[in-house]
Every structure is written in C-alpha cells, then in structure tokens.
C-alpha cells in the first residue's frame, strides 16, 4: 500500500498509535475514488436501530437487505461503511475485503426516553467480522455522557491494542440543549474537542449553524473576534478545536435533504478543511441510481 503525502502527513499526527492502527487508517485513506486524497466518504447505516425500519428504509425497500448497503458502499467507492453488529454479519463474508468495514459499538432507539446509548458490539466481533475500526456515539449534555465516555474509553483502549481504529460519533444532546443548541457552532466546536481529548482517531460531528448557544461561550466568541459567518468559516473552527487539525473531522449528512441544499454542504464541509462527510439517509433512501449519482458528485466535491 502506497501512501501519497497527503496520507502520510495525516498519519504522522497520530504520534502515539501502532502499526495496526495506522494500517487500519490507511485502508480507510487509501480506499474507493477518494483514496490518497486525505478526504473521505463513509456510509453509516445505523438509522433501523435509531429510528425503526419504516423511517428508515420504506422510501426505497431495497434497503431492507443488508447487502443493499454493502454493495451501495462498493458501487459508489467509498471509503468505508458502518453498520452495527447484525447488519455487518448478514454480508461481511460476502464482501470481506471490498470496502473497510466500522462495526457501531452502541446503539439507541427511539422507544426509549432516555438520551443513552446500549452497547451491542465488542471489539471481538469487529475483528472477527474484519473490520478496520468501530464507531461509537457519545451524548455530550446527557445525563449519560460521563458513562458512555466511561464505556468509550475501555472500548477504545482495547481497540487501539488490537490495531483497530476507533471513529466517535459526538452528538451533544441533553437536558441544557435545545434543538437548535444541539448543532450551534460553539457546541459543536466543544463536541469535536471532547472527542479528540477521549482519544478518538475520527471525529463525526453534524454541521454547525451560526447560533452560539451557550452565554458562557458569548463573550469569547465576540472578543476574540472568531469568524463563524459561513459554514466554511465555522467548520474551520471545528477543524480548529479539533487538536488544530491534528485529528480526522468528518460531518454528518443529517436529515434527508434536497440534493442542491445537501451538495452546498458539502460544499462547505469542502472549503472549511474538514476531511470528509458521513452520509446515510440522504443517499439509501433515494432509488439506487439517484445515490450513486449523488455520491458521484459528492466525491468529486472533495476531489477538487
């Protein structure tokens, strides 16, 4: 495996991880149509365990099948697809080796009440399963979140010793937040810090608005005169509060949107340096023809 100077200078900030780890985040950079470029695409499909199967796949019934998102991952180049442990067992012998795979370590659902998450995977199932890394969610804000940073930490820990990478999904939520709290820029900001000071190799955070949410927050943000008028400039600051960009940040599709709302996204994602998106809903529901096409256009965003 060849790396390109754009690989190698990303895998040279991650000054404390083993050969493994750093093999395993390669296969994530150097694989599909975006491989070498130091950007990636992921598709997660955690969406049946998060909001039930109907508002998850009856837009397109193809979805369904396990092996409908595999293959969608593969067709389209990605560099990586996320599912949780059953989905990956329906077709990770099917397709070993074609696309590296991030068993989803936990889980919520929309039955409970409660902002927290269940584990329902192991670092042993990932590495059975063949996977390059696990994902995990952490809610900061929760009442939970002390303990799925707990729980993140000792599955971290041993995933890192196997050589695996270890991607979390940074969502603030909680009783402090509100809707609109949950993606303003200083939140998220604070979100994707958090992330990177647990120890995660990939940070997943949600694009953030213009709001700045917490009055604590305010004054630094005027002060020091911090540009978040545009979503490059605010994910610029997340790039930022992410160890200078010393650690992977990549940003969620979120809700389904139209196609040209979701390409000036990415877009921005693009011209604010962030490394890549993570994008489900918006290309699985949509007819199979219609997601590779958007994903086609997609990467070519962050290829330019």
Excluded at 168 to 196: F, I, N, Q
Excluded at 276 to 290: D, H, L, T, Y
């Amino acid at each position: 495996m060849t790396l390109t100077p754009q690989v190698k200078a990303i895998l040279d900030q991650y000054e404390s991880d083993n050969p493994g780890t750093k093999t395993n985040l390669a296969r994530f950079l150097n694989a599909g149509k975006l491989g070498g470029t130091g950007k990636l695409v992921i598709l997660p499909v955690d969406q049946g365990f998060e909001h039930g199967p109907a508002r998850s796949f009856a837009a397109n019934p193809a979805a369904y099948d396990p092996h409908y998102h595999f293959e969608l991952a593969i067709e389209a180049g990605l560099s990586g697809y996320a599912a949780p442990l059953g989905m990956l067992e329906c077709g990770a012998a099917k397709y070993a080796s074609e696309i590296p795979l991030i068993l989803k370590c936990n889980s919520s659902n929309s039955l409970a009440t409660e902002k927290d998450q269940a584990v329902t995977g192991t670092v042993a199932d990932a590495l059975r399963l063949g996977c390059a890394g696990i994902g995990f969610t952490i809610y900061p804000g929760s009442e939970y979140c002390f303990d799925q940073m707990e729980e993140f930490r000792e599955l971290a820990a041993e995933a890192k010793a196997a050589g695996l990478a270890v991607i979390l999904w940074s969502y603030p939520r909680g009783p402090m937040l509100d809707k609109p709290a949950e993606t303003a820029v200083d939140v998220c900001a604070y979100a994707a810090h958090m992330a990177a000071l647990c120890g995660a190799h990939i940070i997943k955070v949600k694009p953030p608005t213009d709001l700045v949410a917490l009055p604590a927050n305010k004054a630094a943000y005027e002060q020091n005169k911090i540009d978040i008028s545009t979503l490059p400039a605010r994910i610029q600051h997340v790039v930022q509060s992410s160890f200078a960009g010393r650690r992977i940040v990549i940003f969620s599709g979120g809700e389904k949107a139209g196609t040209d709302n979701l390409l000036t996204t990415i877009k921005g994602i693009h011209d604010g340096g962030g490394f890549g998106s993570i994008i489900g809903r918006n290309v699985f529901q949509r007819p199979k023809a219609e997601a590779l096409d958007l994903l086609n256009q997609i990467i070519t965003i962050f290829k330019s």
